[in-house]
């Protein structure tokens, strides 16, 4: 098979740092179709039978450095009888060798070692030696035999028989080599040795763990006599997208016997045949061009494909190959400076995403990818960044198959070679201009293209990540571009250098702030701008996502952006107790490291869904459904797809309870805007109180994602009527009877109890039916349990004062007034960081038990945003039920709401606490019209909104004990039921995790007078 690369027959140990050995006898990089004997299996998707899988139990050893390894362990004779045992693939870390290490953007050895590119660490340089025994499948006996390793991090030796193989680096890219002349009659012997670290190593500083070893599959692979090894597929649509061509470039392994006949047949999804081809291929190559009229072209929306089989016959008329490979007819291409789909202007609603698994690392198995392509799916997202590395070949299988837009990005970020704690200082950066660093740079851009061209759903070739600017990188714009003008070529770093701004065929920036990106928008941009990374959605985050999405409508070159990123990096691990918990950098013992910082998913490692997840569906929403009280409008922003292809279904909704439900036929053609209006039965709207109309767009069909009735876009319009403002309770004829003591204020009413201290400055107990309710006085509060972009905003530095004043205050006046069937007490206080602010709390007991709670604050100038304005207490551990008329369902905050809808809807204390990967502020509503807490008897209090609306938290953990924790088993055992309710807290922001502000309309300004009330009721 051929090879392009060195050729050796002895290994040697410099070439780990010697950048311009990188492949030797490895064989050259080819497409990653498949192939069968017969048509049957060919149909039928059946596994390769001219493959045998390698996965499984290897023997292993584990050394530290290249000193210590077993030098001579490739030999025949060489006992490794007490070696230990390592599963294929896996992480070397995570099967008890050494030890996982995450980190950003510095290089792992930093302050370990003082070394630069292509120089490697001498100590710690960690060698994992693989032994694999196997006999030749008898269907590859008398045949050439290859050994394909799919990916091995990060440089890897092998041997078969004692005999040298080869050598590779690339650690995402398949690695194959020959073993024929190797071979022996019985039993094998196939070494393998692992380094950590190597030249490649500066070429993959991505932000993620630290591995090294065999981590993706294994296996031995034959070929038919006559062999199609490189297959090129490229489908052309002319200007009017009706007239499809699909070329086919064959190459043979071998010369093509005479009188060999290939036969293309492309087959519909119903397996009908579309049209056919005959040609006698010439020594190694074969060209075949097939025209189809009006193909059904692919797309996210509808991703159409067809099948070509490839059959190679001999001379004899004997079927030699099968190759089915799928196909989608699609044209994407620049027009007028807009990236067009089809013909059609294309918003990327994408995602960054690393492959991971939270007990296996990278190392991620066939039914993830399909949880996460599903996932994907249902939540509206429509790309994907391959972050920041090829995939395996199965992932964008999947990509074609349900509907995904693909940029694929190539084993490249030198991250740490340019930008320091943020500075950009590239005096060392490489590549760079550096000549040296082409040929292997160079080999993984072409390792990726040559494996992933067939593939439709890719639409754009991205060069690396975060490796600044310079001519190498320039000319792998340019060998993407010569290979393959089908798709576009993207790479953010020129942002930092204009001297090679034709790297990118688009504008592509990280993190820009939404008022940046339309400075840019406005100033007559030469290129069409995407965010291939925006929203690092890095714990507690997401807040003023809608700021990035309005620019869709609003400027043609805005074409979306991927949200950093999909999924935590953490990897589950035991405490000293034997308790799983996910784990971030440093749980390992790993330093130098970037702690939490890999904790950025809209999902969770363990692969739920973060709360995060419900605004992003919202906000990628293809379908705008706008209601009123009459119909709905809709805007049909799909690019192909008619909303006649759902069911449209209306809710009527009065004070959170459906009392009417119906549906409309929809007809709304891509890209326009309809209406439809609502038949509502007479008289229904007639009762006083707050409805809600909800309309909903659903499946019709089941797809490969979902079920029927699965809802993919909503909207909802809320209004009131015959409603009046809430006045105080009317008089009422239950009676009460007051005592003023000298310390407490007790009022005492038919079944109920409530006091108030004088020396705690409180209320001190809420007693219904025998049952005490407060076990911790209620208390202003303006501190939240930071949040990971607090964290990086400097939030303790920049407000910590509010923690301060919810931690010490003083109560400076008590007042008590009993007025008829009602008792007012108020509390005054007074806090140390500044002397003109002050918070009253004013209770106001009803004969019924029912309590009003007023908390006013009077600001000042000279104090930084207030994170919280609220009133905070303990009530017992039982009260954990927990029913909402809020918006929901999941947790919400005022720059992270559109996604939300009004309604009632349940969960307990306990899990209203998200799982981010550090302890922080989660599980406030948005909203809130009034909350039940029950225990399981269906007792316990109501908090309920007066006039306005509230934000309330219910969680096992006060503030103060998540601030004081690292990780979720720090926290203490539950005992309480903490209650927030607060007049309005500051939003989540989302911009960055480093310093981003969260945007001026969702903070508190603290020079600002603010109050707000609520009922606290029994049930």
Request: proline share 4%; net charge negative; aromatic share 14%.
């Amino acid at each position: 098979m051929k090879t392009n690369y060195r050729t050796e027959t002895q290994p040697n140990i410099n070439w780990l740092s010697d950048v311009n050995v990188f492949a030797v006898n490895r064989i050259s990089s080819h497409s990653d179709h498949v192939y069968y004997e017969t048509m049957t299996e060919a149909s039928s998707n059946a596994p390769m039978k001219m493959r045998h899988s390698l996965n499984g139990n290897w023997k292993f050893n584990y050394e530290v450095n290249p000193q210590s390894r077993p030098e001579d362990f490739y030999k025949i004779d060489f006992d490794y009888s007490a070696w230990g045992d390592i599963t294929v693939p896996g992480h070397i870390q995570l099967q008890g060798y050494g030890k996982a290490q995450y980190v950003n953007t510095m290089y792992p050895w930093d302050g370990h070692n003082d070394i630069r590119p292509p120089e490697i660490p001498n100590d710690y340089n960690p060698v994992g030696s693989y032994i694999k025994s196997f006999h030749v499948p008898f269907n590859m006996k008398n045949n050439p035999v290859y050994i394909s390793f799919q990916g091995v991090e990060s440089a890897f030796y092998v041997w078969l028989n004692g005999e040298f193989v080869g050598y590779s680096e690339d650690s995402f890219t398949p690695a194959e080599f020959e073993l024929t002349p190797f071979l022996t009659v019985g039993e094998n012997k196939l070494a393998v040795e692992v380094y950590q670290r190597s030249t490649g190593s500066w070429l993959e500083d991505q932000d993620f763990w630290r591995f090294s070893g065999i981590f993706r599959d294994v296996y031995l692979y034959t070929v038919p006599k006559i062999h199609v090894n490189d297959l090129k597929v490229r489908t052309e649509l002319d200007s009017t997208y009706k007239m499809g061509t699909l070329n086919i470039d064959l190459s043979f392994l071998s010369e093509v016997p005479s009188g060999t006949k290939v036969v293309a047949i492309l087959t519909d999804k119903s397996g009908d045949s579309v049209v056919s081809h005959t040609i006698e291929p010439e020594q190694l190559i074969g060209n075949i061009s097939l025209e189809v009229n009006t193909p059904h072209l692919w797309s996210a929306e509808d991703p159409y494909l067809y099948k070509l089989y490839i059959q190679t016959f001999n001379k004899s008329d004997h079927l030699v190959e099968v190759i089915p490979q799928k196909v989608g007819f699609r044209r994407f291409e620049m027009i007028d400076k807009i990236m067009h789909i089809n013909g059609k202007r294309i918003v990327f609603k994408g995602v960054n995403r690393h492959e991971f698994n939270c007990y296996s690392g990278r190392t991620i198995t066939k039914e993830d990818m399909l949880w996460d392509v599903k996932t994907l799916k249902r939540n509206n997202i429509n790309a994907v960044r391959t972050s920041h590395y090829p995939n395996q070949t199965y992932w964008y299988e999947l990509c074609d198959e349900y509907g995904l837009y693909v940029i694929d990005e190539m084993n490249l970020e030198t991250h740490g070679s340019w930008q320091k704690m943020g500075a950009v200082e590239p005096s060392w950066n490489i590549p760079g201009n550096k000549k040296e660093w082409e040929n292997i740079v160079m080999d993984r851009a072409i390792s990726m293209y040559e494996r992933d061209k067939n593939h439709p759903s890719i639409l754009i070739w991205s060069c690396g990540n975060e490796s600044y600017a310079g001519e190498v990188i320039l000319n792998v714009s340019k060998y993407f571009k010569s290979v393959d003008p089908s798709r576009l070529v993207h790479y953010e770093g020129v942002f930092y250098n204009r001297d090679y701004n034709d790297t990118s065929d688009m504008e592509s920036r990280m993190y820009a702030k939404p008022a940046d990106i339309e400075q840019y928008l406005k100033e007559n941009p030469q290129k069409p701008y995407i965010s291939c990374e925006y929203m690092h959605a890095m714990g507690n985050s997401l807040g003023g996502m809608y700021k990035y999405t309005d620019l869709e409508h609003k400027y043609p070159m805005y074409q979306g952006g991927f949200i950093w990123d999909y999924m935590d990096q953490s990897i589950t691990k035991k405490d000293r107790y034997g308790n799983e918990f996910l784990a971030y950098g440093g749980d390992f013992g790993d330093r130098p490291t970037d702690y939490e910082f890999c904790g950025n998913g809209i999902v969770y490692a363990n692969r739920e869904e973060s709360p995060k997840i419900q605004e992003v569906k919202f906000l990628y929403q293809n379908v705008k459904l706008i209601p009123d009280r009459t119909g709905v409008t809709i805007i049909n922003d799909n690019l192909f797809t008619n909303v006649n292809e759902y069911d449209l279904e209306y809710i009527l909704y009065l004070e959170g309870k459906e009392i009417y439900r119906s549906k409309l036929s929809v007809d709304v053609e891509a890209q326009s805007k309809g209406r439809s209006d609502f038949d509502w039965p007479n008289h229904l709207q007639t009762e006083s109180g707050e409805y809600c109309i909800h309309t909903s767009l659903k499946l019709k069909e089941k797809t490969l994602w979902e079920d029927v009735g699965y809802e993919v876009a909503f909207g909802q319009f809320v209004f009131t009527e015959k409603q009046t403002e809430l006045s105080e309770k009317e008089s009422l004829k239950d009676s009460f009877r007051v005592v003023e003591g000298d310390v407490n204020i007790g009022v005492h009413g038919n079944d109920f109890k409530i006091m108030f201290s004088k020396q705690v400055g409180s209320l001190i107990s809420v007693n219904y039916a025998g049952k005490e309710m407060i076990e911790s006085p209620p208390a202003p509060l303006f501190w939240r349990a930071t949040t990971d972009n607090d964290r990086g905003y400097a939030q303790s530095f920049q407000s910590g004062c509010w923690l301060t004043a919810s931690l010490a205050r003083k109560c400076t006046e008590v007042t008590f007034k009993e007025e008829k069937n009602r008792v007012k007490v108020a509390f005054t206080y007074k806090f140390s960081i500044n002397d003109e602010i002050e918070t009253k709390v004013i209770y106001t007991v009803y004969a019924d038990g029912s309590i009003r709670v007023k908390s006013a604050y009077q600001g000042a100038n000279g104090l930084p945003i207030m994170p919280i304005f609220a009133v905070s207490f303990k009530i017992p551990a039982d009260y954990h039920n927990l029913e909402w008329y809020a918006q929901g369902p999941e947790e919400n905050y005022s720059d992270r709401a559109m996604g939300t809808k009004l309604g009632i809807f349940k969960n307990q204390v306990t899990n209203n606490l998200s799982k981010y990967l550090m302890p922080q502020e989660s599980g406030n509503r948005t909203g809130v019209r009034w909350v039940n807490v029950t225990d399981q008897k269906g007792q316990g209090i109501k908090i309920s909104s007066f006039n306005k609306a509230l934000e309330c938290n219910f969680s096992p953990y006060t503030a103060f004990e998540l601030e004081n924790a690292q990780h979720h088993y720090e926290l203490p055992n539950v005992h309480y039921t903490v209650v927030t309710v607060a007049g309005k807290q500051m939003g989540v922001g989302g911009d960055d995790s480093w310093g981003a502000p969260v945007h001026d309309e969702h903070l508190i300004k603290s020079n600002e007078d603010m109050e707000f009330e609520f009922f606290v009721s029994r049930i």
